[in-house]
């Protein structure tokens, strides 16, 4: 499938973490500029730690700086009944895109320090994210068969999510993702410290940490141009 219009970049996310929180719909809705989209009537925040790999426009070439470690922090929200994510924010090491992402895509791009230790083939699969005197700071077990998310399951509520939503000063604007089913596995994880994501609100607060999934990652993610909403 093509994004829109024929356009899109390409990039391959690999070893991925997703750590997850519930958070109570009235502590997130006031940080996030779309409804939220809930489950089991809480509201959801996942951080989504992995290697970037080869951005490249439609096949064509591969910019530089674009192998690096990447966090993001999203919300889950519905519009016009449309199913998606919106980035709280996105740490990336310091980089030439950092002041363009926000204009271009809305993207709340930020600068930290990532420290990813993704090697669950060798017993290791831990990481730390600092910015503004702030970490989250992790641990998790190894996986264990991985498998696509079940139909229905809060797993695929989770990682089955192919529009992101962002906000600009005021300008809304949504693209779309394209990629296989996720191959991923359950995993029991530990968070030593989570003050990273109050940087983003007090929401932060009123979070419990319900679990994490793990996935080897996606050969080749497509993303689409940015629309107004």
């Known amino acids: 499938m093509l994004a829109e219009g024929g356009v899109r970049w ?6 991925v973490l997703m750590l997850h929180w519930s958070v109570p719909p009235a502590a997130l809705q006031k940080w996030v500029p779309f409804d939220l989209d809930l489950r089991e009537g809480k509201a959801w925040v996942s951080a989504v730690a992995f290697t970037l790999r080869g951005m490249r426009l439609a096949g064509r070439w591969t910019l530089p700086f674009t192998q690096h470690a990447f966090l993001n922090l999203r919300a889950y929200v519905k519009v016009g009944g ?9 740490w990336v090491p310091l980089l030439p ?6 204009p271009l895509y809305g993207l709340p791009f930020s600068c930290g320090r990532l420290s990813f230790r993704h090697y669950p083939e060798c017993g290791v699969l831990a ?10 700071v992790y641990e998790a077990a190894a996986p264990d068969e991985f498998d696509v998310c079940a139909a229905g399951s809060i797993s695929e509520f989770l990682m089955e ?3 992101a939503f962002t906000d600009w000063r005021g300008w809304k604007r949504r693209f779309h993702v394209w990629h296989p089913p996720w191959r991923q596995s359950v995993v029991d994880a530990w968070v030593g410290d989570a003050s990273l994501l109050g940087l983003t609100g007090a929401w932060a607060q009123n979070a419990h940490f319900e679990g994490a999934h793990y996935s080897p990652g996606l050969p080749m993610v497509w993303m689409g141009l940015p629309r107004a909403v």
């Open 161 to 163: 999510r192919y529009t």
């Open 82 to 90: 449309e199913s998606g994510i919106y980035f709280l924010r996105e």
């Open 97 to 102: 895109s950092i002041p363009l992402a926000r």
């Open 127 to 136: 990481g730390e994210v600092s910015a503004q005197r702030a970490r989250l």
């Open 10 to 15: 390409e990039a391959d996310w690999d070893r």
